[in-house]
């Protein structure tokens, strides 16, 4: 599986980024693709992820401002980001995993992840 992040950036807050996520072999037909946030000093949290039926959930600190998307044609996953705070800067990775029984797990192919910046 293999797994690539892009379109981060700087943005002031308030400002929007599209983060964009290519996965090629997802290793089941149940898979998953989970964004995830790391600041420093801090753990890494999930964001937002989506199933291949195209249902997705979200953090409550990314809900109503973040989006998340995919385009199965294309191997890509979208992270709409709005309203963005200095709060939601950090590395942005994204993984794949696999649906069971309705909880994405098994996040075993990570990207290297892509910047966010946000400055006051």
């Known amino acids: 599986v293999q797994v690539m992040e892009s379109g981060g950036g700087s943005v002031q807050a308030g400002g929007s980024l599209r983060l964009y996520c290519t996965v090629y072999?997802?290793?089941?037909?149940?898979?998953?693709t989970g964004w995830f946030r790391q600041a420093p000093g801090k753990e890494r949290e999930r964001v937002a992820r989506i199933s291949w039926d195209g249902s997705a959930d979200y953090r409550a600190f990314a809900k109503g401002r973040f989006t998340i998307s995919q385009d199965n044609a294309n191997h890509t996953v979208y992270l709409q980001m709005n309203s963005l705070q200095p709060e939601d800067a950090g590395l942005y990775s994204c993984?794949?995993?696999?649906?069971?029984?309705?909880?994405?797990?098994?996040?075993?192919?990570w990207g290297q992840g892509t910047q966010v910046t946000v400055s006051s």
């Open positions: 072999g997802y290793s089941s037909s149940k898979y998953c």
């Open positions: 993984a794949a995993g696999v649906m069971l029984a309705g909880i994405c797990s098994d996040y075993n192919d």
